[in-house]
């Protein structure tokens, strides 16, 4: 094995900043110096023993180092590499991503001799050396390439996952797939305007990118959603967790001075769509956060359009919800906005029956209903997509799902539930609060948390209605037979019945009556309102008496919401259960005893 260094390995090095193989290479052997650790990398100086150049080892590799295979003075055959700018500093620095130990430490430095001919000593005159940096030396040598060589060197597209903050010379070529508005923002160094774009390659990695003042001016008419472009000159940072849009741990910012190139008469490429799933019993730390979520699950039903007025320009935008649930037995409800309510959406209706999975990428999380997800203008949605993950899904459906009894999500936050959702033991109050302030809600519709059990359930009232099977809307009796849904526009030849009904709840302060729907009506009544109604019509109704009676003064954890409503010209409070649990006595005892600290201090 070689025990010296390859002579002008820099020199070749420079000359072939980004090599397409390493066959295309000499053997390039090298001496490490000043070998040093830097967080999970190493930092070093390779020589050739006449050039020097600063160089990091790649994280993958540090374990060389710590097993001593790759020590300070010893001798490396670099296999693979990059050379990359040092920002703002007019020199470059190696990237080794794959070497292999040649020698371990020699004795010293390796330096280049003068040769000696003959059998005297010859002297030779006294040279001038011209001491070159790195970034000179490349410099020379483009001006010597043929224009042909250097727009070939310029033109090797890397791949969006193999991008990292150490690399400064890389081409990538990505299609926009969505674009910012421009925005304006001031702050102590003055006014400014930026705006960003998420890019997404031919693996269909994604990447946002951010351009403020100048390079926001100048690349924003050049953007256009759809296009592919060539783009070269940028930087990278980790990304910022809180502010973050797509599934990728760094962010790309464009200067004045990076390239955009449009990729025109070119075939282009369409992005695969990546999908990264989270389960449905997951999407609780995800509530209110500025990340997006990717989600995949059985249609559960679907509702027909509505018309929602926005506040922010008054004007209508289609909205159509659907639930879908996955193998955790969790249901979510999800609101389709716009074209993808009218259009796919109309198409899972019509495929209701058929229980279809949806894949859907770039939902928010709110806490509405405890959690519900909404489209946004870039999200995705695939149905019955051919992916291992859907036919698991429909596996799982089709053998256990279809006869599971499914529970909202939103209906199981636990109480410690971290990093943005509210639990139901934030803005705890007592029913006494709520009463006492017959002006709550009078703008928007307000929430709160309570503990309470219900007293007081009438049993003469109508507790609830005839539902429609696939979007659970009201049904009238259809002329002949069977059940028309003007939703669904269709007759059927049975529905269902959803809970609708009113409860007196009382706590040690007071009572109040809730309106409680189908989902936490079950939960409170300990069955579905098919079953009430069996028990109902059998004998006397002693056993759906007994039901009733059964579920009096149990206690449960309720996020309610308030708004007055005017009835017969009177307004009264309105009170909504949005989402019960079970109590849990554990952590109510930790919620209270936390309480009575703070009261102490």
């Known amino acids: ?17 980004t090599p397409d193989s390493s066959a295309d290479l000499p053997e390039l052997v090298v001496q490490v110096l000043d070998l040093k650790a830097a967080g999970n990398r190493y930092t070093f100086t390779v020589t050739d023993g006449k050039t020097k150049l600063k160089a990091i080892l790649q994280s993958s590799l540090a374990s060389e180092v710590i097993n001593g295979n790759i020590q300070n003075l010893g001798l490396i055959r670099v296999v693979d590499y990059t050379l990359n700018d040092i920002p703002n500093k007019n020199e470059k620095y190696l990237i080794v991503t794959k070497c292999e130990a040649v020698s371990p430490p020699l004795e010293a430095e390796v330096k280049t001799e003068p040769k000696i001919e003959g059998t005297g000593i010859v002297l030779k005159p006294r040279q001038e050396v011209v001491t070159k940096s790195a970034a000179q030396i490349v410099n020379e040598q483009n001006k010597n390439m043929a224009p042909s060589a250097r727009m070939a060197m310029t033109r090797r597209v890397h791949p969006l996952a193999s991008l990292n903050p150490y690399q400064g010379n890389w081409t990538i070529k990505v299609r926009v797939t969505a674009k910012g508005n421009m925005r304006t923002y001031k702050n102590a160094k003055g006014e400014g305007c930026v705006f960003n774009v998420e890019l997404t390659d031919e693996d269909g990695t994604q990447i946002q990118a951010t351009m403020f003042g100048e390079a926001a001016r100048k690349f924003f008419e050049v953007f256009q959603i759809g296009k592919v472009y060539y783009i070269s000159k940028g930087t990278l940072k980790v990304a910022n967790k809180q502010y973050k849009t797509v599934q990728n741990d760094y962010e790309m910012t464009l200067n004045e001075y990076s390239q955009v190139e449009e990729a025109v008469n070119e075939v282009a490429f369409i992005p695969e769509t990546k999908f990264s799933f989270v389960p449905i019993d997951q999407l609780g730390p995800y509530v209110n956060q500025k990340e997006l979520v990717d989600v995949i699950g059985v249609v559960q039903s679907v509702s027909p359009t509505m018309s929602i007025r926005r506040k922010i320009d008054n004007e209508s935008v289609a909205k159509r919800d659907i639930v879908i649930a996955d193998d955790t037995k969790k249901t979510v409800v999800i609101s389709l906005w716009s074209d993808l309510a009218t259009d796919l959406g109309q198409k899972l209706l019509d495929m209701a029956d058929e229980s279809p999975v949806v894949a859907i990428k770039s939902l928010r999380v709110s806490d509405f209903q405890g959690v519900s997800l909404s489209t946004v203008s870039k999200s ?42 509210r ?121 759906f008496q007994l039901q009733l009676k059964k579920a009096t003064w149990v206690p449960y954890l309720f996020r309610v919401s308030v708004q007055p409503r005017e009835y017969n010209n009177e307004k009264r409070q309105r009170i909504t259960v949005r989402s019960v649990a079970p109590v849990d006595f554990a952590a109510e005892s930790k919620f209270l005893l936390e309480e009575i600290s703070s009261m102490k201090a």
């Open 380 to 421: 995705i949605i695939e149905i019955n997509p051919e992916t291992p993950d859907s036919q698991k899904l429909k596996s799982w459906y089709s053998t256990e799902g279809k006869e599971t009894s499914m529970e909202a999500v939103g209906s199981g936050l636990s109480p410690s539930m971290k990093a943005g959702g």
């Open 1 to 17: 094995m070689a025990k010296s260094v390859s002579p002008d390995a820099i020199s070749v090095i420079l000359s072939n900043p």
């Open 423 to 543: 639990s139901l033991y934030s803005d705890r109050v007592t029913l006494d609060q709520i009463t006492s302030n017959p002006s709550l809600g009078e703008e928007k519709p307000v929430f709160y948390s309570t503990r309470a059990s219900m007293s007081l359930i009438k049993p003469d009232q109508t507790m609830w209605y005839r539902a429609c099977k696939t979007c659970k809307k009201k049904v009238t009796e259809a002329i002949g037979s069977g059940f028309w849904c003007e939703g669904c526009q269709k007759n059927d030849d049975n529905c269902s019945l959803k809970y609708i009904l009113a409860a007196k709840f009382s706590d040690v302060s007071g009572g109040a009556w809730f309106s409680v729907f189908n989902d936490e009506a079950e939960k409170i009544i300990g069955c579905s309102a098919d079953e009430l109604d069996s028990l109902k019509s059998q004998g006397d109704g002693s056993d």
